[in-house]
């Protein structure tokens, strides 16, 4: 079951990194930190910061839920972090646990 959820939090963060790609996000770097931008949302930018959990995003699926996305996932890129040891993600998502 462990490697099943490790494969399956893997796939995830290669969706988001797809993403990422085909969105274009960007991370740029502002006088308060860090922010991650998408081309197919020029008016949105969500601040990347970083905390004991690892490395987290503002947007709904990390802040709410602790999953990946794809502003991580961009910030992984620039920065050449590993995704499945410094960001703050819980996995399995408590949702699939209570569902399991
Ligand atoms: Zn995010």
Known sequence: VEDISMEDLVRRWQRAAERASEEQVRVIQLPDGLYATSSSQPLRAYRLHRESG???????????HHL??????AL????DLDVLSEMRVDWPPAGVKAAA
């Open 68 to 73: 990946p996305c794809k502003h991580l996932a």
């Open 54 to 64: 690892g490395w987290a995003c503002e947007c709904v699926a990390n802040e709410m």
């Open 76 to 79: 992984a890129d620039v920065l």
